[in-house]
């Protein structure tokens, strides 16, 4: 029912850009925060940027002054510009919603996306 759709991955020179872009659709609750994540080879899957309900934003170290999230105003979309790409930065993006939905009892979920390689090399 619920469903993440995620767009804007590719190759990219070192020094490029991209914008990653996600659309959540279904009955996915009240949104508390939404996302982005990146698992690397090798490495454990990490936090890159997210955007709670209200607007504030909390990025990575290793992004920080080079990547920017936001949202649509209904809040059903969020975006990842990515400027000053890095090799290092390259792995697979993944889209995250945690919501709360209510029907008996009030519960929290996590919403995935199906991921997007993102390839920095020259």
């Known amino acids: 029912q619920v469903q993440l759709v995620e767009s804007g991955g590719g190759l990219v020179q070192p020094g490029g850009s991209l914008r990653l872009s996600c659309t959540a659709s279904g009955s996915i609750g009240n949104v508390i925060a939404m996302g982005w994540y990146r698992q690397a080879p090798g490495k454990d899957r990490e936090l890159v940027a997210a955007?709670?309900?209200?607007?504030?934003?909390n990025y990575a170290d290793a992004v920080k002054g080079r990547f920017t999230i936001s949202r649509d105003n209904a809040k059903t979309t969020v975006y990842l510009q990515m400027n000053s790409l890095k090799p290092e930065d390259t792995a697979v993006y993944y889209c995250?919603?945690?919501?709360?939905?209510?029907?008996?009892?009030?519960?929290?979920?996590?919403?995935w996306g199906q991921g997007t390689q993102v390839t920095v090399s020259s």
């Open positions: 955007i709670t309900s209200v607007g504030t934003t």
């Open positions: 995250n919603v945690h919501a709360r939905i209510t029907v008996v009892i009030p519960r929290e979920y996590d919403f």
